[in-house]
């Protein structure tokens, strides 16, 4: 089993910043891989950006450039650096972790206003 806690959520204005944070407890094993997804209102859960236990990275198409994903293996956390944020980044974001098996954080929502 592996625990998730996330934290950094919040409201923000368009153009602001949010770094997010996700910590991973229990059986962690490499290689693995963590991710930030989220979820609009109406959507479906979409990958904003995930990183191996290597520091191999992916983005969406639409966060590069403003998000930058990065972890501290020895603490097992994961970051999400988001920067000119967008009233379409608003969501509710999920931390992701796979390894021998997969698991989902509670989530944390992000509102980004106009």
């Known amino acids: 089993q592996v625990q998730l806690v996330e934290s950094g959520g919040g409201l923000v204005q368009a153009g602001g910043s949010l770094r997010l944070s996700c910590t991973a407890s229990g059986n962690i094993f490499r290689p693995n891989m963590m991710a930030w997804h989220r979820q609009a209102p109406g959507k479906q859960r979409e990958l904003v950006a995930q990183i191996t236990s290597g520091g191999t990275t992916n983005y969406q198409d639409s966060v590069k450039g403003r998000f930058a994903i990065s972890r501290d293996t020895t603490k097992n956390t994961v970051y999400l650096q988001m920067n000119s944020l967008k009233p379409e980044d608003t969501a509710v974001y999920y931390c992701?972790?796979?390894?021998?098996?997969?698991?989902w954080g509670q989530g944390t929502q992000v509102t980004v206003s106009s």
């Open positions: 992701f972790f796979a390894g021998l098996a997969a698991y």
